[in-house]
């Protein structure tokens, strides 16, 4: 097999992030191995399911992850399934042996076999509240069952790669949207509302986020897998370094698909986890592979936007939003 071309497996490929980069490795030309559980749905992959290779296991099936690795025996390694990022997603027990268990599941798997490079889904709720942008050798206080598994996940990374010396990447991601994202999430439904000239129920205006397109998240996970560095356990914040408040975001949706409703703020109770402060600090990637985000938040809106009208089967699934009370 060409150097160019990797055999490359991807867990929570039937998710938001792992949909986007299994099609993208497809584009690529790379053989690409999905592990999925029995139980997932699969719409986010069904244009190319032909052209990947499926193994169903749940990682928390020991065995059955060895069993598929060894068969796999791949040369990147993609892990982004994960448990708990949703408000509807609040078992502790699953939340712990999906993301802390499996992960240390498919990494003892891939040890085995052994690989080029392993790069894992870490999340910005790592950090918690934060009055400023946090770098990557902070403390990191989790806010969330949720969080604290994903932090205990990378540390279990960071530390396996210096012992084992090997490449065991983690990308604490901020905010990503883009083409099929979950429809219940803040950026879908600001659009498929927009475009019938509505807007949904909204928490305070004040709330803020930095907002990454789905692209450049993808693109940062490929190039941390074709980028060898001397931190064999790097950790790498995935952001644009700009938070945007709400009221900032429903401005651009409202000018870009020109709406003419107006927000009624505070017409849907703000969440435990929203804040007016959350922003990433990017430098490190930056410096160290090259990583920048090729999109600006104007520009990744108005491709998300143009995806969702040009798919008339898949905008059936993102009509969920509700004009909010008057």
């Known amino acids: 097999m060409p150097d160019s071309r990797k055999r490359v497996l991807v867990t929570g490929a039937t998710g938001f992030v792992g949909a986007n980069l299994a099609h993208r490795l497809q584009r ?22 032909d052209d990947v290779h499926l193994h169903e296991a749940s990682l928390q099936e ?10 796999i025996d791949p040369e990147w390694v993609f892990h982004l399934a994960t448990y708990g990022a949703y408000s509807s997603q609040r078992d502790v027990e699953t939340i712990v042996t999906t993301n802390y268990n499996g992960t240390v599941n498919l990494v003892e798997a891939c040890l085995k076999t052994g690989f080029e490079a392993f790069v894992g889904a870490g999340s910005s ?13 902070e403390l990191t206080e989790p806010n969330s069952h949720y969080a604290a598994t994903k932090a205990a996940a990378t540390l279990y990374c960071r530390f396996t ?36 000239g509505e807007l949904p129920p909204l928490v305070s205006p004040r709330i803020a986020r930095d907002y990454v397109y789905v692209d450049d998240a993808v693109e940062a ?40 409703a107006e927000p009624v703020w505070g017409s849907m109770t703000d969440r435990d986890w929203d804040t007016d402060i959350w922003v990433s ?23 998300f936007a143009r995806w ?10 993102y009509e969920t939003c509700r004009t909010p009370p008057q």
């Open 221 to 260: 996970l490929i190039l941390t897998a074709k980028t060898p560095v001397e931190d064999l356990g790097a950790v790498f914040n995935v952001g644009t370094g700009r938070q945007t408040t709400l009221q900032e975001l429903v401005g651009l949706v409202r000018t870009q698909l020109r709406v003419p």
């Open 62 to 71: 020991r065995e059955r992850v060895e069993e598929v690795v060894l068969q």
């Open 28 to 49: 690529d030309g790379h053989e690409v191995h999905l592990i999925v559980r029995p139980a997932d749905t699969r719409w986010r992959i069904d244009s190319v399911i």
């Open 125 to 137: 709720s790592e950090y918690g509240y934060k009055d400023h942008a946090p770098s990557e050798s």
């Open 161 to 196: 790669a210096q012992a084992r010396q090997r490449r065991l990447s983690t990308l604490r991601f901020y905010s990503v949207f883009g083409p099929w994202e979950d429809p219940t999430r803040l950026l879908p439904t600001l659009l498929i509302c927009g475009l019938r």
């Open 281 to 303: 600090d990017p430098m490190r990637i930056h410096r160290t592979i090259g990583w920048k985000p090729a999109f600006s938040l104007e520009d990744g809106l108005e491709q």
């Open 308 to 317: 969702i009208k040009s798919n008339p089967a898949l905008r059936a699934r």
